[in-house]
Nanobody
């Protein structure tokens, strides 16, 4: 069993930055493909970014390419999402997800074994 706990959300002005963290409990964190998703009010959850088990390969939604950076520290059982140049349309609840021995294709489609509880990001104009 893995528990995922996100942190780092908050209120920021447009153009600002936030760094989200997702700490995972349990063992074998490096066996999980990790991803970030977000859900804005009245909208469906959408894929944001994913990272391979080793951290060497990353994937991004077109809407955040060049703006967000996903990374992981397997020694700390933590995945990060650095968000720069934030816009009001980035306002959402951000969730991390873990897929055991998964693939980028799978997690981008929302396939995950575990989900965090989410952290709110609000970008004011």
């Amino acid at each position: 069993q893995v528990q995922l706990v996100e942190s780092g959300g908050g209120l920021v002005q447009a153009g600002g930055s936030l760094r989200l963290s997702c700490a995972a409990s349990g063992r074998h964190f490096s066996n999980y493909v990790m991803g970030w998703f977000r859900q804005a009010p009245g909208k469906e959850r959408e894929f944001v970014a994913a990272i391979s088990r080793s951290g060497r390969i990353t994937y991004y939604a077109d809407s955040v390419k060049g703006q967000f950076t996903i990374s992981r520290d397997n020694a700390k059982n933590t995945v990060y999402l650095q968000m720069n140049s934030l816009k009001p349309e980035d306002t959402a609840v951000y969730y991390c997800a873990a897929d055991y021995l998964g693939s980028a294709t799978g997690i981008r489609a929302g396939k995950a074994d575990y989900w965090g509880q989410g952290t709110q990001v609000t970008v004011s104009s």
